[in-house]
RNA sequence: GGCGGCGUACCCAAGUGGCUAAGGGAGAGGUCUGCAAAACCUUUAUGCAGCGGUUCAAGUCCGCUCGCCGCCUCCA
């Protein structure tokens, strides 16, 4: 049985039961002001792992992705470039798209931009204008966390600590991992000269990025989500902020699961623009490196857990994939053209994968067992027949991982 | 300085109190080979940062010390 991390509640779940369940995923997608580098890519791999291994595992999956395509970083970039903030996020989400398909990741079957929600977005806030939770102030809309009940729990927050005194945030977001004690934004209101606004029932303005996923949510997804995924940055503020919104408005839980992946380190160090460590799929493609071997990097550790990016894991992590790839091409070889028959291999293969895999996603012990069998006997004697029925089983497992073949 | 995380062989890394500490990469030696590559075999931690404690039993729990990293600037 598949058992999944859940953020919410911090402990590992059951999921179930898989086989033909139609499973949702809704997941934070890029903020497409820049090029996403391959600490972004890693976070959406993790989740191309999961929708991937559900559908394996027979659930049909129906995944949403968020694009963030106006706050305050796209139009400030924009006006930087002298361009509009529709071009510059055009560009960057036709490149986003295009490295996701490198990357041998499905692209979502909806990828909603902000821009193209507004009507949702407005919905919302209207609504939590009824309700009294949001309310306007200095031309703009806040939040009030102290109107819904229980604030915070997806991240545990301790509301015993809330300020009583009124305090307002009001930028889209804010860095590190401390809370914003107080109100946060739904709705920036435009002055006059302003880009990127529009004329609505609420007044004219643009919808801040915490109300952005759940009126993306809104627009796809009628039930709890399954799954809704992000980076571990989010856990702070913003998946509970969005939760919050959506939650004030529909009697039932936004999602079943949460799931954060980890960040990818570089030598020990966070990417960041300032360190100037920054890596992007192609300057490791220019190094020789295959887009598998970048998928299967950023895949091998655990999605839990931070990995450091060096030369020299790198080159391990690509040596191990050739080699796991040339040792299936000899058994391709003696497989031919014959009708694949299981053998003791072939099952085995499958049960130390889905053992693995079900166990919170471990690709790495999935890998290394699989490895380890292949290894562990003589092709010379092995049917041609059991030969194909590995490679058959083998292009099954591929179907998560996208890596052997 | 405040808060948080981590420290297992040359590198990556499993290990969630109990048999001789997984696995992979790299290196070295060997088999095979006209040479080379590939493949295969062998080999690489009396010890898990250090010290002390709890326990019949600790890499695994507790305390202290040292070191590295993260956040308090930008970010999945």
Known sequence: MLKLFNTFGRKIEPFGPVG????????CG????????????RTFLFEDLLVRY?????????????????EDKAISEAEKRHTSVRELTDANIAQFVKEMKLLGMKVPDYMPRASECIDESVEIISKLLQKKIAYVHGGNIYFDPLR?????????????RWPKKKRRFHKDTYPGIQWNYGDFILWHGCELHEKACWETGIGKGRPSWNVQDPSMVMRH?????????????????????SMAILEALRPYPMARFWMHG???????????????????????MKQGYTAGEIRFF???????????YSDRAMQAAAETLRRFRRHVADIRRKAGANAPEQSRISRELRNIFVLHMDNDLSVKDAFDSMQLLLNGFALGPLPAGQAAGI?????????PLQVIF
């Not at 033909?20 to 997941?27: A, D, L, Q, R």
């Not at 995944?63 to 963030?68: E, N, S």
């Not at 819904?148 to 015993?160: A, C, E, I, N």
């Open 298 to 308: 950023l895949m091998y550790g655990h999605y839990r857990k931070r990995i450091n």
């Open 262 to 284: 980890a960040h990818l380190f570089v030598d020990g160090q966070k990417m960041s623009k300032s360190k100037g460590n920054i890596l992007y799929s192609d300057m490791l």
């Open 20 to 27: 033909k369940k139609n499973v949702t995923i809704f997941t």
């Open 221 to 241: 997804f009628n039930n709890s989500l399954s799954f809704f995924c992000g980076g571990v940055d989010n856990l702070y503020r913003h998946h509970d902020y």
């Open 30 to 41: 890029p903020s497409v002001y820049q090029r996403a580098h391959i600490g972004n890519f």
């Open 391 to 399: 490679i058959s089983e083998l292009r099954k497992i591929d179907g």
């Open 54 to 70: 559900l559908e394996y595992s027979g659930c049909t999956v129906e995944r949403g992705m968020a694009v963030t395509d106006i």
């Open 148 to 160: 819904v009940r229980d604030f915070g729990k997806l991240f545990g927050l301790d509301m015993s």
